[in-house]
């Protein structure tokens, strides 16, 4: 009987602990609506053994992402410092 009742209070906790996560999701999700700087929480904030693997593909998108910006702006500057050079020289 006692076993009975631990899995029924297990279960209990399990429900209101599923039902705060959804309400506090939902907050996150209207304040992000009026305010821009709201982290949204992503799912291995929340469950990290369960969704490791999409945390490290997200971080290695994010990562390879930054890289190509850096080698675009990198790029741009060359190019406006080559211009710069070429016209000071054509002086």
Known sequence: ????QRRLLEEQ???INMAFLQAR???EQYASVW????RMSKQ?????KLFAEEKRK???A????????????RRAYA??????????AEE
């Open 1 to 4: 009987m006692e076993s009975r």
């Open 13 to 15: 906790k399990a429900v």
């Open 25 to 27: 999701l939902t907050g």
């Open 35 to 38: 305010n821009k700087n709201v």
């Open 44 to 48: 291995w904030d929340i469950f990290p």
């Open 58 to 60: 997200a971080t290695e």
């Open 62 to 73: 994010e990562q390879q992402e930054q890289w190509e910006s850096y080698k675009e702006r």
């Open 79 to 88: 190019m406006r410092h080559n211009a710069q050079f070429k016209a000071s």
